[in-house]
């Protein structure tokens, strides 16, 4: 159920931080992490996912194949 | 010492618009005041005052981004608040500086608001001619709107003397624009690279626009709709706005005459071309498929082109964002964050203004010698244009020592007057590993359009090596007027070549250097 960060490629910019709806999205030193307990993939919110739509560096937010991808609960 | 502390300017595209009505003539020469009617006023192109509205004057004459003599005496500072950003450019790979504003390759530093609101701050204390604060990348400011307004609000609380301005790819310009109005910025710039989404293609693989990405003609054509949008939305609040394109080769360049007619329209006072800066080594798209930038007789053809459609600013240096200091100078050691924070900051207004008014006698004093140096020409008449390199070190004087140069002025004088028209880079930023005997050939290519190069002094080496490239060394306008000196080494080269002592020979093409200007 959730989108996450691959750190090495971050750059650091911030974009994703103030796009999700969510507020899943935190600096950790240097780097940005997604709290995987609050991304819902934007279901719900935006057809995209903002995180990997803003991010400037390509497969940088990517899917956590560890989580189930998230069910929207109709 | 006395010139060293008028070194000022500093920092990135900083164009230029002289003859305030006090220092009228300054800049008088060439196609200029006397043209007038187009309302056109210079920068670097010697215009003068032209139709312009008094109130735009008044924004611009001591500008150190927009009058090309107050760029020798006045300095800007930028600071870097807002790293995220919401297009991507090709010639950019944010890691580095918005290539828009300032230059990739390039990293500056990032700030809070509060720490770049204090940074500017002490910058203003320690360098009167500090008057205008710009925030620019790495980033776009408007899509970090928050951090960008905070550092405005705390800066214009402070210091309200000092100007603020901002550069932004108008993507989110629009809904931004009643903000940056309510808290009277004093300019904005718009990069504008395009207004055809087949070109915009081939410069913006993407935008993110309303919480979707578009690819391809539809990220060009919402971007160019919106920069233009926002454009007409500042002219009509009376805002300056700026409009910087950058100069892709075989891409836009033919383009950018069109884009310079539709700003023009649209109300921007100026428009600034600005050369594509790219290496493989930058990581940028344009970068790796090897994309060239444009040689130094291209751009300026194509300036020239655009002039005589309106304001054109050529003294872009295009600097770090971070850079703090003057002419070829940077300061920026002095005012890192950790000692910046640690100061204690007390904000001087009138110390600034005893220093600003030293500063205007000084253009003055440089105008009236201009304007004597052109009457003893007058009634000469050439269709020859000559480029003439100068070294220094600010203040509009000769005064820099070639050996220490790290860039040239470049200065045309043909009858009509002298007109600035660019900077010439030769420090050896990027260069790496290159040994001092390199540094020669480096000159020679990047001065090769020039007859001439000004220096306060030059070693009997290098002074040779000159020569025999066919570029005259000359020395005996040390500290002299850059202008004025311009002038009477003008005369004497007509006066020369009337006699059949020299003959003139059409110089080549001159080498832009590739990378960020860091007067390291
Ligand atoms: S996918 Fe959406 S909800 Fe999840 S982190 Fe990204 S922006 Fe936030
Ligand atoms: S947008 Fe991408 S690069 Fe920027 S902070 Fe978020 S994950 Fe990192
Ligand atoms: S607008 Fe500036 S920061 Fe954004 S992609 Fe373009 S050059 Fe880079």
Redesign the interface.
């Known amino acids: 159920m959730a989108y996450k960060i691959v750190g090495s490629q971050c ?5 994703c ?3 999700c709806p969510n507020n899943a999205i935190r600096e950790k030193e240097g780097t940005y992490l997604i709290k995987s307990e609050k991304c819902t993939e934007c279901i719900g919110y ?3 996912p ?1 995180c ?3 991010c ?2 390509d497969d940088t937010c990517v899917i956590d194949a560890a989580y189930p991808r998230y069910q929207a609960s109709a | 010492m006395q010139d060293d502390r008028q070194q000022l300017e500093k920092r990135t595209q900083n164009p230029t618009a002289e003859c305030a009505g006090l220092v009228f003539g300054e800049q008088a020469a060439p196609q200029g005041c006397s043209a007038g009617g187009n309302g056109r006023m210079g920068c670097g192109s010697g215009a003068g005052r032209g139709d312009l509205p008094p109130e735009i004057w008044e924004k611009i004459r001591n500008h150190p981004c927009y009058s090309e003599a107050a760029h020798h005496h006045y300095a800007r500072m930028h600071v870097a608040v807002a ?4 297009i ?1 450019c090709n010639y950019c790979n ?2 580095y500086d918005c290539a828009n504003e300032s230059r990739p390759g390039v990293v500056s530093e990032r700030l809070t608001p509060e720490q770049a609101a204090k940074k500017a701050l002490a910058v203003a204390c320690a360098i009167p001619q500090m008057t205008v604060l710009g925030i620019a990348g ?2 776009d400011p408007l ?2 709107p928050e951090k960008t307004f905070k550092t405005f609000g705390l800066v214009a609380q402070a210091a309200p003397d000092i100007k603020l301005c901002l550069s932004t790819n108008g993507l989110a310009l629009p809904e931004h624009v009643n903000r940056i109005k309510a808290l009277n910025v004093d300019h904005v710039t718009i990069t504008v690279n395009m207004v055809d989404p087949e070109v915009g293609a081939q410069i913006y693989p993407w935008v ?1 626009f309303r ?3 578009y690819t391809g003609r539809d990220a060009a054509r919402i971007l160019s709709q919106r920069q233009l949008q926002g454009l007409e939305m500042l002219a009509e609040r009376g805002i300056l706005c700026k409009v910087n394109s950058v100069m892709i080769p075989g891409i836009n360049d033919e383009h950018l005459v069109e884009v310079n007619r539709a700003v023009k329209s649209r109300g921007a006072f100026l428009h600034n071309i600005m050369p594509l800066i790219s290496a493989p080594e930058h990581g940028t798209v344009f970068g790796l498929n090897n994309q060239r930038g444009p040689t130094a007789r291209e751009l300026k053809a194509l300036q020239d082109r655009c002039e005589g459609e309106m304001n054109m600013m050529r003294h872009c240096r295009q600097c770090r964002a971070d850079a703090v200091g003057l002419l070829g100078e940077d300061r920026s050691a002095e005012f890192t964050t950790e000692k910046v924070m640690a100061a204690e900051v007390r904000y001087d207004v009138s110390a600034r203004r005893t220093y600003q008014q030293a500063v205007e006698s000084e253009r003055m004093a440089k105008a009236a010698a201009k304007q004597a140096e052109l009457s003893t020409c007058s009634g000469k008449f050439s269709d020859i244009a000559i480029q003439v390199a100068v070294a220094t070190k600010g203040g509009g004087r000769i005064n820099e020592h070639f050996g220490h140069a790290k860039e040239f002025q470049i200065y045309e004088i043909g009858t009509a007057g002298v007109k600035f028209v660019g900077h010439r880079r030769v420090d050896l930023y990027c260069q790496g590993g290159y040994g001092e005997e390199d540094v020669l050939p480096v000159i020679v290519r990047a001065l090769n359009d020039c007859v001439a190069v000004f220096v306060a002094k030059i070693g009997g080496c290098p002074r040779d090596t000159l020569q025999a490239a066919g570029i005259d060394p000359v020395d005996r306008y040390a500290h002299g007027f850059i202008e004025q000196s311009a002038i009477s080494y003008f005369k004497d080269y007509l006066e020369k070549l009337e006699r059949g002592d020299i003959v003139h020979v059409p110089r080549g093409d001159g080498a832009i250097r590739q990378g960020a200007y860091v007067a390291a």
């Open positions: 750059t650091a910019c911030a974009a931080e103030p796009e935006f057809d995209d903002q990997v739509a803003v400037p560096v | 790293p995220a950003c919401n991507q944010r890691k790495p980033g899509a970090n993110f919480h979707k990405r």
